[in-house]
């Protein structure tokens, strides 16, 4: 994929024409981030991936009547909001077939669904989105770190403090808080870069 290619182009492209290259590198860039919310909705892996599926296949007949008004973020919620629509009717085909054993626990399961109102289902969107681009970010970035960069990142994460952080890697304290800084600011620019890419 280009660096240039932002998120618009992708789109229009899926717009314009829908071939393949475009269908897959959205695919490519977005699946993860459609899994990701499905999960959030107490779902279980295979059904997960049908409803991922059957949410593409929408998205690749509806995305030319999607319009975008310019608003930061406004695609990846309508594909949230999709994704939860089709878990919802996923889960009323399974209630269907369901015996009287597992209506009950379905039941619940489609009341916790349809209390994600559409604010909820955008603050979940971009909660999760933060999530997904800062993992993607790493793993970009973390092959370009010498190992002492990284340990020092890492174990900043996992809420060791400065001078146990010295101590475990035989630095001194002020080192570990230049390491951390240029980690930050690596992935800060690499985080602003996949945005200009994908939103």
């Not at 998120?7 to 071939?19: A, H, S, V, W, Y």
């Not at 030319?64 to 310019?70: A, P, S, V």
């Not at 996992?158 to 570990?176: F, H, K, M």
């Amino acid at each position: 994929m280009e660096d240039n290619l932002t998120r618009m182009t992708l789109i229009q492209k899926l717009q314009d024409d829908c071939d393949d290259n475009s269908w897959d590198e959205f695919i490519k860039l977005y699946k993860g981030y459609v899994f990701v919310i499905i999960k959030k909705m107490n779902f279980n892996d295979e059904d997960c991936h049908d409803i991922m599926q059957t949410s593409f296949l929408k998205v690749w007949k509806s995305v030319q009547n999607f319009e975008h008004g310019g608003y930061n973020g406004q695609f990846r919620r309508w594909l949230a909001m999709i994704a939860r629509n089709t878990a919802l009717n996923h889960l009323d085909k399974v209630k269907r077939e369901a015996n009287k054993q597992n209506l009950y626990t379905l039941e619940k399961q489609h009341t916790y669904l349809v209390a994600f109102t559409e604010p909820e289902i955008d603050k979940m969107a971009d909660k999760e989105w933060g999530v997904y681009i800062s993992n993607i970010a790493w793993s970009n970035v973390q092959p370009e770190l010498n190992q002492k960069l990284q340990d020092v990142f890492q174990m900043s994460l996992d809420g060791r403090p400065r001078t146990e952080i010295a101590e475990v890697l035989d630095l001194p304290p002020n080192t570990v808080s230049v390491y951390k800084r240029r980690v930050t600011a690596i992935l800060q620019k690499e985080i602003k870069r996949l945005e200009k890419t994908f939103g």
